[in-house]
């Protein structure tokens, strides 16, 4: 079986090559820049944001099944980034060159800022209402909309895994966990607001692990990629500062809150559970025990 992995050199598709060569699969991996092959798969260079590279590249492998994690994921910039547009884009022209060359499966990755958060309870992918939120969101649900009308179309197999708070090794340093983390393990103080938002936090390695085995599946539709387990931020930065023994530095409240900033945001994890079978496999407490040594490897 062969399968074509975009977005391999990014946070979570590095993190999905392992799982899916361990399978068995004739993989092969496209990087805008320079290819990374010692990750393993079989490497391919070109910009999924011209149109006819897309084209060449589906139409030469005819890949069985297509995980599209390629999209503009700047830190800070990617909410209300233009490029949104492109990437819209250039999935669609992604999936119609997929869908010419024979491709049975489609998996497309999106993110739980497309819910409309319940104020309590959990984001669940078939009753809970979805609501746009920014340019970033707005654009990754209208492709998920278009795409499952596409393969339902075009007889592929359709599936959209919707990301939550992902943290682990590679992961960009302004983003919560390595901030603290990169913070602690070189002895300053790490300055956090009051925290008080309840989030569901998932090890990368695990999303890797489950968005490999979603595109193996038969599973077909929304399906949240989550641990199931919401934790209050000031909790997860008052842990990370117990478990690197430096509880004296985390600052809870030195930062402002930010302004309408959602009380919660967790996922049921029932379709993830019991119809892809999958279960995480990294606790938080090991989690951020790993991104503490993962920084503290690097830094000091």
């Known amino acids: 079986m062969k399968v074509l992995l975009t977005g391999g050199s990014g946070f979570v598709g590095r993190m999905t090559i392992a799982p899916l060569v361990d399978a068995g699969v004739d993989l092969h991996v ?21 149109a006819n590279e897309i084209r060449y590249l589906v139409t030469s492998l005819k890949p069985d099944i297509v995980v599209h994690l390629a999209w503009c994921v700047e830190h800070g910039r990617f909410w209300s980034d233009p490029a949104n547009l492109d990437w819209v884009a250039a999935t669609a022209n992604l999936i119609r060159a997929a869908a010419e060359a024979g491709t049975s499966r489609f998996v497309g990755v999106g993110t739980c800022y497309e819910y409309d958060w319940p104020a309590a309870g959990d984001c669940n992918e078939l009753a809970t209402s979805l609501a746009a939120h920014t340019l970033y969101d707005a654009a990754k649900d209208a492709s998920r909309r278009v795409m499952e009308m596409f393969c339902a179309g075009n007889q592929m197999s359709f599936a959209w895994a919707r990301l939550f708070f992902l943290y682990g090794p590679g992961e960009n340093p302004a983003r919560l966990v390595s901030s603290v983390a990169s913070t602690l393990v070189r002895d300053r103080k790490a300055k956090v607001s009051r925290g008080l938002a309840v989030r569901d936090f998932m090890d990368v390695r695990d999303a890797g692990a489950a968005l490999a085995k979603l595109a193996l599946s038969q599973v ?12 209050r931020i000031s909790d997860l930065v008052l842990k990370m500062g117990d478990l690197a023994g430096r509880s004296d530095l985390v600052n809870i409240g030195a930062l402002p809150d930010r302004p309408g900033e959602p009380p919660r945001i967790v996922a049921d994890t029932r379709r993830l559970r019991d119809e892809l079978e999958f279960k995480p496999s990294v606790d938080l407490e090991q989690g951020l025990a790993d991104a503490l040594s993962y920084w503290r490897a690097r830094l000091i």
């Open 30 to 50: 496209v990087a805008r820049g320079t290819p990374d092959a010692s990750t393993g798969g079989i490497w391919h260079r070109a910009d999924l944001l011209n």
């Open 220 to 231: 077909k539709g929304a399906i949240n990629i989550a641990s199931g387990e919401g934790v």
